[in-house]
């Protein structure tokens, strides 16, 4: 059983829409949760970063973390075309290692 | 101005070759990374250095080696490269802890044939 999994997609909205990506993870001792956006043929850059339970908002982006059910998640509010990317959840039990999830590969349509 | 730059983009190279990958950050970032992403998205992380110490070596074939000449730079050195080697290798930079943001570069397509 991999450590973090996610539903690859992929995943197709109208723009406007609200999109919820989700991940799963079998280490209860992960504590660091991070979401990741790459557009084609680009590095990974940073989204969203949390540290254990709760909630975090940043702009039309909201981050969950439910540690009881392992289980995260990345809102996007009001969805554009330019949010047409793969995302890719992490996380993390030490600061120096995080296990990635697939990524879910998202077009939003206009 | 390029945070994380690698070299080359591309590599089309014969199984059974060595090649190098270079890997080099102006942040004045303390940690970098390598990861290889598959063909279905996967990224996982393979080494982490620190200040030109090894932190991090995950199960990664020891036909894998990094090399950094100091802390802007981290280099992947492959030896008898195999078809399975094919993927994206990834580097990235971070200030200290990965908790910190990282920075990944371009990405360098290897294809092994």
């Known amino acids: 059983q991999k450590e973090v999994e996610q539903d690859p997609g992929p995943l197709s909205v109208p723009e406007g829409a609200i999109v919820s990506l989700n991940c799963t993870y079998s280490n209860s001792a992960f504590q660091y949760f991070m979401w990741y956006r790459q557009y084609s043929r680009k590095g990974p850059e940073l989204l969203m970063y949390?540290?254990?339970?709760g909630n975090k908002e940043d702009g039309r982006f909201t981050a969950q973390v439910d540690k009881s059910s392992k289980y995260i998640s990345l809102f996007i509010r009001d969805s554009q075309p330019s949010d047409s990317a793969t995302y890719l959840c992490?996380?993390?039990?030490?600061?120096?290692?995080?296990?990635f999830g697939t990524g879910t590969s998202l077009t939003v349509i206009p | 101005d390029t945070a994380v730059s690698q070299t080359p983009k591309y590599l089309v190279t014969q199984m059974g070759n060595d090649k190098s990958i270079k890997c080099e950050q102006n942040l004045g970032h303390d940690t970098m990374y390598w990861y290889k992403q598959d063909s279905k998205k996967f990224l996982k992380i393979m080494f982490s250095y620190n200040n030109k110490e090894l932190i991090i070596n995950e199960t990664v074939p020891n036909r894998f080696s990094p090399k950094s000449p100091d802390k802007a730079h981290l280099n992947l050195h492959i030896n008898s490269l195999e078809l399975g080697d094919s993927a994206v290798y990834f580097c990235?930079?971070?200030?200290?802890?990965?908790?910190?943001?990282?920075?990944f570069g371009p990405g360098t397509r290897l294809t092994v044939l």
């Open positions: 992490a996380m993390s039990v030490s600061p120096n290692q995080f296990y």
């Open positions: 990235a930079s971070s200030r200290l802890a990965a908790t910190d943001t990282q920075y």
């Open positions: 949390t540290y254990s339970s």
